[in-house]
């Protein structure tokens, strides 16, 4: 029922109300407030709309993190299409597979990868059209990104419910491939807001998104900062110097990352001599060591590490500081179900092991054209990890 509805467009449109003039969304040079986000965004979904883009329709993208690629994202909430972000660091047989599997209509390539999409695009009959993406030369079969965007219809309305898919993300190889993880924007939106309660985000809030927007883990801090209406400013690719460098200019104040990221970042710390400020971090997402813990404490005496629980199939499940207690995965959060089963699917005691089971709104609609790998998944009307 769209009454009840809140949709991925909708945080735009509010952060556009509420926070017109704060900024949104940070990429080297470019600097766009949420009202010239929202602008931009109603602009590319115009464009979508002009070149023959429904509800429903995949669009894929291969390409490292940009300003545009967040643009994407906002485009196809409005209209209703579902973004295909592809892991860059699969080889060309895996984008080939990942690309007949959802078949797009367009995809959109980075200068790295357009050589690779270029030759699988005519192995794949969805594909109607290629867009360059971050920059670069235009190769042969290849269209500007911005010849999309449209000032005719950027005015336009949709009625999108918020059930529908937003996007799919391609998880771990079962059986020899992946599958794709498909989510819809309610999955998102509910996502959101657990990480704000859990992280206490408000629109002073500067993320930096150091991880690759095909990661489920960038994707979901980035669109909570944003619900929260803070910033999120976008890197590339990681790089140690370049994210210290931008965690004191941009006064970071969240991100999350994987092992060895924080080694990584303290050490080319030590390498500056301490040429950096991290002190306005409040909160990081991730695991890592206890010494890197104490040591990034003592760069930012305010900031709280979390851990917890999560998948692309099922967003942030269980959640809490890693001080409270170490080792542990935190308590479900708030919109979470959690219980532990055994081989028959027969709740088990506290303290014994089983299989983490799920329900919630943060729980995927399914994987995209597999049927009975949904169904197995979501046995017994939970959703199996």
């Not at 599997?101 to 290629?130: L, M």
Request: glycine share 8%; hydrophobic share 40%; proline share 6%.
């Amino acid at each position: 029922m769209l009454v009840q509805d809140f949709t991925i467009y909708d945080v735009i449109c509010r952060n556009a109300q509420c926070h017109a003039d704060r900024e949104s969304i940070i990429f080297n040079d470019i600097r766009l407030t949420h009202s010239q986000f929202k602008e931009r965004c109603d602009k590319l979904a115009a464009g979508l709309v002009r070149m023959g883009v429904e509800k429903g329709d995949r669009l894929g993208i291969v390409a490292h993190n940009c300003d545009e690629f967040m643009i994407l994202y906002g485009a196809v909430a409005k209209i209703g299409a579902i973004l295909l972000p592809v892991n860059w660091r699969f080889q060309q047989n895996e984008v080939e597979f990942v690309l007949k599997d959802a078949t797009p209509k367009f995809v959109f390539a980075g200068p790295e990868y357009q050589k690779t999409v270029g030759e699988i695009a005519g192995k794949v009959d969805s594909i109607e059209r290629c867009y360059t993406i971050g920059g670069g030369d235009v190769p042969d079969g290849f269209h500007p990104f911005d010849t999309l965007y449209s000032e005719d219809g950027a005015d336009a309305q949709f009625l999108i419910p918020a059930d529908s898919g937003f996007v799919i993300i391609h998880t771990a190889a079962v059986a020899g491939e992946p599958r794709g993880a498909l989510l819809s924007q309610s999955n998102v939106v509910y996502s959101n807001m657990q990480i704000m309660f859990d992280n206490h985000l408000g629109p002073e809030d500067s993320h930096i998104c150091m991880l690759p927007l095909f990661h489920i883990a960038a994707l979901s801090r980035a669109m909570a900062v944003m619900h929260a209406g803070g910033k999120n400013v976008i890197i590339e690719r990681f790089d140690p110097e370049l994210t210290l460098r931008l965690i004191e200019k941009e006064k970071g104040t969240t991100f999350f990352h994987f092992p060895p990221i924080l080694q990584m970042l303290l050490t080319k710390y030590d390498e500056t001599e301490g040429d950096y400020d991290l002190s306005s971090l409040r909160h990081v997402g991730g695991l890592d060591s206890p010494d890197n813990i104490k040591r990034l404490k003592k760069l930012a005496p305010d900031v709280v590490l979390g851990t917890g629980f999560a998948q692309t199939e099922a967003l942030p499940v269980t959640g809490g500081p890693m001080e409270e207690r170490p080792g542990s995965a935190g308590r479900p959060t708030p919109l979470s179900k959690v219980i532990l089963v055994d081989d028959y699917d027969n709740e088990v005691p506290v303290g014994t092991p089983g299989e983490i089971c799920v329900r919630s709104p943060v729980v995927f609609l399914g994987y995209w054209g597999r049927d009975e790998d949904t169904a197995y998944t979501f046995r017994n009307n939970w959703h199996h990890t």
